[in-house]
């Protein structure tokens, strides 16, 4: 989604002259679930209902995307409204810790209630196979998969990539966070799993896209920036195995003892 926005272009051997560009969207989309405002994310207005799947997932709202009842979006002048119906049993559990919060698009740490939520354990992921010829296939493909990063320069882009690095699947967001919940979300819509493949995103490597990684079964998480200490660790306790600073000519890989 973009909108075409008129600026002054100004360089050191021109004086500024009209200049017009495709801007990424970005709007409000707030979260309910059986009726309780859980969350208003910043995102960009497009595959909505692969977005709140993916939400759901990484918030342990549900645990499969067949959890979820019935999906309605509401289209507002002030933005998107997403209505989830979970069974009593899920939403329950959501009620311990739901809150009224608003998030932009760097957040990562949406309905977390105390630092000890930081550290709560992961499930281990199955062990990566695929080899470092697919990740430099896959970098080498990256950018035909990213429209709106290619009209706007400010899109963050999630690929689902096969075993042999061919993208099989990707999502773009404004957050880098936004754009895998989507990538997830449509995964678990379409019934596609990694079947031995990874996840490339265009962002570094934080605490919480392992988080998300892990939750979804993820072998292998690939960002094209670096990791942090946090998502380092938390790659480890997890087994997923993550590689970091992924560009055509190298790549760092962070391998878990098994």
């Known amino acids: ?43 960009t207005p497009q595959h909505i209902a692969d977005f709140a799947t993916g939400f759901a997932l ?9 959890e979820i009842e019935s999906l309605d979006i509401h289209d507002t002048p002030q933005g998107t409204i997403v209505r989830l119906a979970v069974p009593p049993a899920r939403a329950a559990a959501m009620l311990d810790r739901v809150r009224r919060r608003t998030s932009d698009s760097s957040c990562g740490l949406c309905g977390m209630d105390n630092l000890d939520a930081v550290h709560r354990a992961l499930p281990r992921v199955p062990e990566a196979t695929a080899a470092p010829a697919a990740i430099f296939a896959a970098l080498a493909a990256m950018r035909t998969h990213q429209p709106l990063n290619r009209a706007t320069g400010a899109a963050h882009a999630a690929l689902l990539c096969t075993h042999d690095g061919t993208i099989r699947l990707a999502r773009e967001d404004v957050g880098r ?29 934080s605490y919480e896209l392992v988080e998300k990684a892990a939750l979804a079964g993820c072998p292998m998480l690939v960002t094209v920036s670096a990791a942090t200490s946090l998502a380092l660790d938390r790659a480890r306790a997890a087994g997923l195995t993550l590689v970091s600073l992924a560009r055509d000519d190298a790549v760092l890989f962070s391998r878990p003892v098994r």
């Open 1 to 43: 989604m973009t909108i075409t926005q008129s600026f002054d272009r100004v360089t050191p051997d021109s004086p500024a002259a009209p200049h017009e560009r495709a801007v990424i969207e970005e709007a409000p989309v707030a979260i309910e679930v059986n009726g309780i405002g859980y969350a208003v994310m910043m995102a």
């Open 58 to 66: 990484a918030e342990r709202i549900v645990t499969a995307a067949d």
């Open 177 to 205: 966070h936004n754009a895998f919940d989507k990538l997830i979300g449509a995964m678990a819509r379409q019934g596609f799993g990694w079947d031995d493949g990874f996840a490339l995103l265009s962002s570094r490597c």
